[in-house]
């Protein structure tokens, strides 16, 4: 019997911190912003008009759901800081996109810069 009480907290400690570490919000979150990055990224690359209004809207919301998400991560381990700071450079990434979006150019690098970081973070956390 005590085979199995070690197997049940050893599962519920990592069902612990994989619910923290990935949020019941993610996975939708995550296919919304895809589907935000494929309306951005034509306008940056010239084959879509500009609308730095839309532009504008999307990297806002970018800002206010890594403020979120960050906010609702829990736990303490390197795994979780890691996770949490990289919601945070990708803040700091859509943030920085959003200063730029008065110049095309000046945006499409800075958004180039926010797409590795997602690239980058799916590559890390393999998901």
């Not at 949020?23 to 690359?45: D, F, H, I, N, Y």
């Not at 945006?107 to 973070?121: N, T, V």
Request: proline share 4%.
């Amino acid at each position: 019997m005590k085979p199995f009480v070690a197997f049940f907290v050893c599962f519920s400690l990592i069902a612990t911190a994989a619910s923290a570490l990935a949020g019941p919000r993610l996975k939708p979150l995550m296919r919304q912003w895809k589907s935000e990055v494929a309306r951005a990224e034509p306008m940056l690359a010239g084959a879509a008009p500009y609308d730095e209004a839309e532009l504008r809207r999307v990297m806002n919301g970018f800002v206010a759901d890594t403020q979120e998400i960050e906010a609702g991560l829990a736990g303490h381990s390197a795994e979780a800081a890691a996770f949490k700071g990289r919601f945070a450079q990708f803040r700091a990434d859509a943030a920085d996109v959003l200063a730029s979006l008065a110049s095309r150019e000046a945006a499409r690098g800075k958004f180039a810069r926010l797409r590795r970081e997602c690239a980058g973070c799916h590559d890390v956390f393999a998901n």
